[in-house]
């Protein structure tokens, strides 16, 4: 049986990141993708050049309509942009009966801010609590702990206070952290550990929207019955595949090669 597996995101018009690269993973993996829009951007591998969200009712009306037509398996939120869309959507997903992966999407590739500094709150406040996971890369960390994520022992640190936010459990990804070799992910839960899960450090420069897909395929693993940390570690394969497998359709960064685990044909 094929997962219905949806996206919370905003949509990249350079097809790359959100619910483009979502879409992709979704599918390359096994899924089917279902979709709500919460924002669209007008970006390229050079920048992104406006947003314009949806209005917040409407997002709760596509939230709704979806969950009703469609048996969901697992969900994951990217962009959510705003306060208002947060508080607009969040009593829906507190009823759920699916797992849910949060990837608190900041700030882009380029550096644009892709979520209201009033929606850093909203989010703290209603979307963190009800995750099953929640997978900020190490800026993101820092954001919503103020705790700088430099090392192991300061992703630990920065993990236990995301779980004391309501997490059930945490996946700091360590991209950002310097290392030549290896690039290491901390998996956070409640009263353990970190577990360090390792990766090979890919050297590219096409790595726009890594993070969005490392969540849409956890999400996909989850939606076929993978334990948590099974669907993490398929996922970080699939995403250092599709990093050694980018390339770059136009000017500025290139996305990952989502279609990697597809097929080997050069592009």
Known sequence: MIPDIL?????????????????????????????????????????VKGVEAAEPGFVALQLRTVLDGFPVQAAKTGMLFSAQIIRAIAPILRDRVFPLVVDPVSVSQSGSRLLEEPAVQALAEEIIPECDLL?????????????????????QAAGEKLLAMGAKAVLIKGGHIPGSIMVTDYFCLPGCAPRQLPQPRVD????????????????TGLGKGLPLEVAIVQAQRYLNLALRKSYNPGQGCGPVNHAAGISQAAI
């Open 7 to 47: 996206t919370v995101a905003g949509s990249d018009s350079g097809g790359g990141a959100g619910i483009q690269a979502d879409l992709k993973t979704i599918m390359a993996l096994g899924g089917y993708g279902l979709t709500v829009i919460t924002a669209l951007t007008a970006q390229n591998g050079l920048g």
């Open 135 to 155: 997978t900020p890369n190490t800026p993101e960390a820092e954001m919503l702990t103020g705790i700088k994520v430099n090392s192991a022992e300061t992703a």
């Open 204 to 219: 590219t420069g096409n790595n726009h929207g890594t993070g969005c897909t490392l969540s849409a395929a956890i999400a």
